[in-house]
């Protein structure tokens, strides 16, 4: 069965900070990993996707994310954060033909 | 512009009525699912459909219904029989060669 962990239910930073979210993951064949975005009364939208391409993916609004197999790890990175990416993250991950399995996100406050 | 259509927004409706959420899709998806989200929990499914004419209970179905009668349309309808239907409700289909989702903008249902 495949499962998502994300590491901390809140992350704060401060503007002009690293952004580090952590995602773990479980599949007993290679995924499909992903990252989505979730603003205050919206829809999620993807931030990136992993399909077993290059293993350093980058996304939308800076972010990007690295599949480490070794470390069953799909962390979400951005160098240096902004107010505007304050909201709420969702690590996912899916075999083809499969259900996708999303984590229980991570809040992501971004301190003046 | 392809995407998910959720109809309405926002809903107010007195206990013991039941409620149907409107979702539609023009990215000719065969998947479509409906996932509930409430603070903290992250998003838990309801129900999916891989198909037209078909669905399959996810891990919260009860008092749910849905339909699938066209390819482009998933209602979903909350029966007096869910005991606790207050929620942000969103809709998405997904692309099977890659497992991504596209999500709605949801729904807000406030039971008074």
């Known amino acids: 069965a495949q499962s998502v962990t994300q590491l901390g239910s809140h992350v704060s930073v401060s503007e002009g900070a690293l952004v580090l979210l952590r995602c773990n993951y479980s599949?007993?064949?290679?995924?499909?990993l992903f990252w989505y975005v979730q603003y205050p009364n919206q829809g999620l939208q993807l931030l990136l996707k992993?399909?077993?391409?290059?293993?350093l993916v980058k996304g939308i609004n800076g972010f990007e994310a690295e599949f480490k197999k070794s470390e069953t790890s799909f962390h979400l990175t951005k160098p240096s954060a902004h107010m505007s990416d304050a909201a709420e993250y969702f690590c996912?991950?899916?075999?083809?033909?499969?259900?996708?399995?999303f984590g229980k996100g991570t809040r992501l406050h971004i301190l003046p | 512009d392809g995407g998910i259509t959720q109809s309405p927004k926002y809903l107010f409706r007195k206990e013991g009525q039941n409620v149907t959420l409107s979702c539609e899709q023009n990215?000719?998806?065969?998947?479509m699912y409906w996932y509930r989200q409430d603070p903290g929990q992250g998003l838990r499914l309801i129900y999916y459909?891989?198909?037209?004419?078909?669905?399959q209970k996810g891990d919260i179905a009860e008092g749910y219904s849905v339909s699938r009668e066209k390819k482009e349309s998933f209602p979903l309808t909350v029966t007096s029989a869910q005991k606790n239907p207050t929620a942000f409700y969103l809709c998405?289909?997904?692309?099977?060669?890659?497992?991504?989702?596209?999500f709605g903008e949801g729904s807000r249902l406030t039971v008074l």
């Open positions: 996912a991950v899916t075999r083809r033909d499969d259900k996708i399995i």
């Open positions: 599949s007993s064949v290679p995924p499909y």
């Open positions: 992993y399909t077993s391409a290059a293993t």
């Open positions: 990215l000719n998806h065969d998947a």
């Open positions: 459909s891989q198909i037209v004419n078909d669905f």
């Open positions: 998405a289909s997904a692309d099977t060669n890659t497992g991504e989702l596209f």
